[in-house]
């Protein structure tokens, strides 16, 4: 898929915004890790939007060969641009409000985001490729279990109300994970698998595309609903 994507387009887009975090959670400012995770965010609601309200009903007016030739270009970009920059404003939004000390008994909290976020995904990405039986699935779904609800466990009895908040981030950024990781990424790679296939068939690019574009679109509605909880954390009310 890298090649598809560019292969310098590919490495950019992971290694820059890692580096950003990497930055930001080590030698950065309180400044520069917000504006690590706000920059990240933006990039991350702005694209999800575009193409949710933009982009998918531009490509909903094509015929299945136009469509499947947009999303052919389009899918192998996304499928390392939009992980990267969900996996860094999220990880760079918890380490942030543990750094200024709005997230309390966070361990505990974060043991638990884990494992809700984690089994879901894994067995969501078995089903939507079919890799229940394959052991490549099996060993990293079985790891994952046993690691996360192992460190449930471990801090279970820590467990006490945090912000009110911080806990209702940590649930929209469950849903935006499991569709992003859950739904979205598997449509891209069965895409990708159907683009590379001997006889493409462009109904079923155009399909998949489509109904990613519509997902897009939930997603950066439920993003604008944490920049509204988080501006309620920051201000305490809401900018109306």
Known sequence: MG???????AVAVVVLPLAA?????????????????????????????????VL?????????????????????????????????TIAGGITLAQRIGIFPHAESWLALFTAV????????????????????????FALATVGSLAWVALTIDEFAMTEPTVAV??????????????????GELRMYQE???????????????QQNA???GVQGVFQLLLILDMVYLRYGGFPF
């Open 169 to 186: 981030a940590l649930g929209i950024v469950t849903i935006l994970s499991v569709q992003g990781f859950g739904f979205l990424l598997p």
């Open 195 to 209: 683009m590379r296939s001997a006889d493409p068939d462009p109904s079923i690019i155009a399909t998949i595309g």
């Open 21 to 53: 975090l990497g930055y930001a959670m080590t030698v950065a400012t309180v400044q520069g890790h917000t504006y690590v995770h706000v920059m990240a965010g933006i990039l991350w609601t702005g694209i999800d939007i575009f193409i949710g309200a």
């Open 117 to 140: 976020n984690l089994i879901p995904i894994l067995l969501l990405l078995g089903w939507r490729l079919n890799a229940w039986g394959d052991r490549r699935w099996q060993v990293p």
């Open 56 to 88: 998918g009903p531009v490509v909903g007016g094509l015929d299945d060969e136009q469509s499947s030739a947009v999303f052919q270009r389009l899918t192998p970009k996304t499928a390392f641009l939009l992980p990267s920059l969900a996996f860094v």
């Open 3 to 9: 090649q598809r994507a560019n292969p310098a387009f």
């Open 214 to 216: 519509m997902l897009g």
